[in-house]
T-cell receptor, first 118, second 114 residues
């Protein structure tokens, strides 16, 4: 049981280049999330998904796209990278919750991807 | 607009002391308040969480105090240890028609001095 894994761990891009970050979870979770973490800003939600084939925008979605073609995978794409997208990106997953049990609200985070855009 | 405000930004505590981190929120629709612990190079991990129907929750050396009327909650780490040195995030969650959304505080870097 690997939990939540992210690929790659590090990446350096030039402005205008594109890339895709891959998140995979083996816990059969319905919900998956992409966050970015910047100094002094905490974690900010980019996009999330409540199930296979569905996606929704979070707080800071501009410049990113996502896809959830398979339940276990959640991809984050940058079509034209900008220096402002230099950040650490975290993927997380959680159960679909009935709000009756606190454990179902737990988000499990991956180890992160450190992205630098020059 | 920061949905969850966290303070202090950094905290230095002697071994054996009490570490206190505070958070405040405005949106009364929030109904779940977790705390996460993050070590350098790692993703955040759930530490302890509380719902607004209780005023306190304790797990080992970690306690959440919750004041619903003041819309504030805090994390207390008793008998702080060097191994507790990490960044701590508070968060708040509410149910939307498209699922749960989590809002995080800006984090507190805790250093416990031996």
């Amino acid at each position: 049981n690997a939990g939540v894994t992210q690929t790659p761990k590090f990446r350096v891009l030039k402005t205008g280049q594109s890339m895709t970050l891959l998140c995979a979870q083996d816990m059969n979770h319905e919900y998956m999330y992409w966050y970015r973490q910047d100094p002094g800003m905490g974690l900010r939600l980019i996009h999330y998904s409540v199930g296979e084939g569905t996606t929704a925008k979070g707080e800071v979605p501009d410049g990113y796209n996502v896809s959830r073609l398979k339940k276990q995978n959640f991809l984050l794409g940058l079509e034209s990278a900008a220096p402002s997208q230099t950040s650490v990106y975290f993927c997380a997953s959680s159960y679909s919750t009935t709000r009756a049990e606190s454990s179902t609200d737990t988000q499990y985070f991956g180890p992160g991807t450190r992205l630098t855009v020059l | 607009q920061q949905q969850v405000k966290q303070s202090p930004q950094s905290l230095i505590v002697q071994k054996g002391g009490i570490s206190i981190i505070n958070c405040a929120y405005e949106n009364t629709a929030f109904d779940y308040f977790p705390w996460y612990q993050q070590f350098p190079g790692k993703g955040p991990a759930l530490l302890i969480a509380i719902r607004p129907d209780v005023s306190e929750k304790k797990e080992g050396r970690f306690t959440i105090s919750f004041n619903k009327s003041a819309k504030q909650f805090s994390l207390h780490i008793m008998d702080s240890q060097p191994g507790d040195s990490a960044t701590y995030f508070c968060a708040a969650s509410m149910v939307w028609n498209t699922g749960n959304q989590f809002y995080f505080g800006t984090g507190t870097s805790l250093t416990v001095i031996p």
